[in-house]
């Protein structure tokens, strides 16, 4: 079993940054891919952007492409989302994901990754 911590969420006005963590406990030898997810209240949960295991190949949704940076550092069980220029439509809660072991692909759809974190709220005023 996987577990996943998000923290770095916040209030931060619109043009500012932040940085989102997502640890990574237990199974954390899978080699799985990951990726960042956003929820705002009365949406569907959309991807943000994913990683794989490798850090060699990223995908992120249009709406953030060039804003937002995905990392991950595997000798601490850790992944990144660095957000700039944060608008107003960027509010929601942040999740990050993991699929399972040999699953090493990018995916984009939430039904694709097996593990959650319970998710951090990002909120950006305008």
């Known amino acids: 079993q996987v577990q996943l911590v998000e923290s770095g969420g916040g209030l931060v006005q619109a043009g500012g940054s932040l940085r989102l963590s997502c640890a990574a406990s237990?199974?954390?030898?899978?080699?799985?891919?990951m990726g960042w997810f956003r929820q705002a209240p009365g949406k569907e949960r959309e991807f943000v952007a994913a990683?794989?295991?490798?850090?060699?190949?990223?995908n992120y949704a249009d709406s953030v492409k060039g804003r937002v940076t995905i990392s991950r550092d595997n000798a601490k069980n850790t992944m990144y989302l660095q957000m700039k220029s944060l608008k107003p439509e960027d509010t929601a809660v942040y999740y990050c994901?993991?699929?399972?072991?040999?699953?090493?692909?990018?995916?984009?759809?939430?039904?694709?990754?097996?593990?959650w974190g319970q998710g951090t709220q990002v909120t950006v005023s305008s």
């Open positions: 990683i794989t295991w490798s850090g060699s190949f990223t």
């Open positions: 237990g199974r954390t030898f899978s080699n799985g891919a």
């Open positions: 994901a993991k699929r399972a072991f040999g699953l090493v692909q990018i995916a984009v759809h939430p039904r694709e990754y097996d593990y």
